[in-house]
């Protein structure tokens, strides 16, 4: 289910795609082998839509981008976090439902 | 529009009441707070649904069976029951994003989620180490050493699975022996990265930014005991998630709901099915008989 809202960050454009972002930016940390990652992806996808132009919805892979998570101490899949200005607002982990990342949304959208 | 059936919850209880409610043509959806699945989606491998010789992926068979209940014209809508209020002789079902459904049976099988220990350092460490899923979080682990807390089937499958990855697994368990079923306990016993910590209890979890050790009471002897390690997982049950009818059926002490025979519930129109049923046999097997079970007692209830 490809979604063009969405982008994918790697370690390489990681500070400049996210942390130097003018727009809030929530970061899916997630790998093709977590059931509940893909559990999420359908609400992440609609979230992209609800909030284009508000804030950034981006994924990066756990897999192929070993630093970023290693920086934020992520341990678990899935992840949400929420950045804004450069710094952590928000952190989600495991599986949650819409309503929760529409919470920690409204704080910056 | 008025719905004969909702069916909230998207695990095989869910779909397989979907499989059965397409087929006797009600009209109606489920409705699934993320993709459906349920806890299924984190199983590593099933090895126990017949039919299914080869052990097959959770996340595999979730995907037959949502494709099944499709196929018979049950649509599957994102979305979470906040409460449902009963008008008459029908439901309102008020979601989180404030939508309300109107249908005339509610088939409930919302599932379980996983147990927590309660200890200090759990909800800190929560995804810094803490973990419930070991298929989604075992890689972090790699040539590390890690505890499950635990005795039964999943605590025991869980750490045979994390041993792919870790170098060392402790199985720490409040009683002597295994409850989990033979043919795990035979191959647990067999590997030799697992070790076994016996009638004791996890008092807490010590890290700051990470998990670095756990603190045990072996219950037994009364000698409290440090060990260090990189990751623990919980697998100590399960709590079903039946709150939002709290009040409206009946429940057992620990929430799972009581139905008769016919998966109906204390409330008229409301029916149980799955995990967050009170039963004996928490299975997939179980759950997808219950599922169809709950349908087929809407048909009957509503002709």
């Known amino acids: ?109 | 529009m008025i719905h004969d059936v909702v069916i909230i919850g998207g695990g095989p209880a869910g779909l397989a009441a979907a499989i059965y409610a397409g087929r006797a043509k009600l009209k109606g959806f489920v409705l699934e707070k993320m993709s459906p699945g349920g806890q299924v989606l984190v199983t590593d491998m099933v090895e126990n649904y017949p039919g299914f010789m080869e052990p097959i992926s959770g996340f595999e068979l979730v995907e037959k069976f949502t494709a099944h209940a499709k196929r018979f014209g049950m649509p599957i809508e994102t979305g979470e029951v906040e409460r449902i209020e009963p008008v008459g002789d029908q439901f309102s079902l008020i979601l989180t994003d404030e939508r309300t459904i109107t249908a005339r049976s509610v088939i409930v099988a919302t599932g379980a989620t996983h147990r927590k220990l309660g200890v200090k350092g759990e909800q800190e460490l929560t995804g810094r180490g803490v973990s419930y899923c070991a298929t989604c979080d075992g890689p972090f682990f790699r040539d590390q050493v890690v505890a499950v807390v635990g005795g039964g089937d999943s605590a025991v499958q869980e750490a045979i699975f994390l041993t792919k990855f870790a170098k060392k697994v402790y199985v720490i368990h409040r009683r002597d022996e295994l409850r989990a079923i033979k043919i795990l306990q035979e191959r647990a016993f067999a590997n030799d990265k697992i070790d076994f910590v016996w009638d004791s209890i996890v008092e807490e979890i010590e890290g700051k930014d990470q998990v670095q050790a756990v603190k045990i009471l072996n219950k037994k002897s009364g000698k409290q005991s440090r060990l260090e390690v990189d990751g623990v997982f919980i697998f100590i049950g399960i709590q079903p998630i039946t709150d939002f009818v709290k009040g409206l059926v009946d429940t057992d002490e620990r929430g799972f709901i009581k139905t008769d025979q016919w998966m109906r519930t204390s409330f008229k129109g409301i029916y149980a099915a799955g995990d967050c049923r009170q039963k004996p046999l928490l299975q997939i097997v179980t759950a997808v008989a219950e599922g169809a079970t709950a349908a087929y007692a809407v048909e009957h209830d509503l002709a």
């Open chain 1, 1 to 109: 289910m490809a979604n063009d809202k969405i982008i994918q960050v790697s370690d390489a454009d990681f500070d400049e795609t996210v942390l130097k972002n003018d727009l809030p930016v929530l970061v899916d940390f997630w790998a093709a082998w977590c059931g509940p990652c893909r559990a999420i992806a359908p609400v992440i996808d609609q979230l992209a839509e609800e909030y284009d132009g508000k804030v950034i919805i981006a994924k990066m892979n756990v897999d192929e981008n070993p630093a970023t998570p290693g920086r934020f101490n992520i341990r678990a899949i899935p992840t949400l976090i929420l950045f804004k200005d450069g710094s952590v607002v928000e952190q989600i982990t495991g599986a949650v439902g819409k309503t929760v990342i529409q919470n920690a949304l409204s704080k910056v959208a």
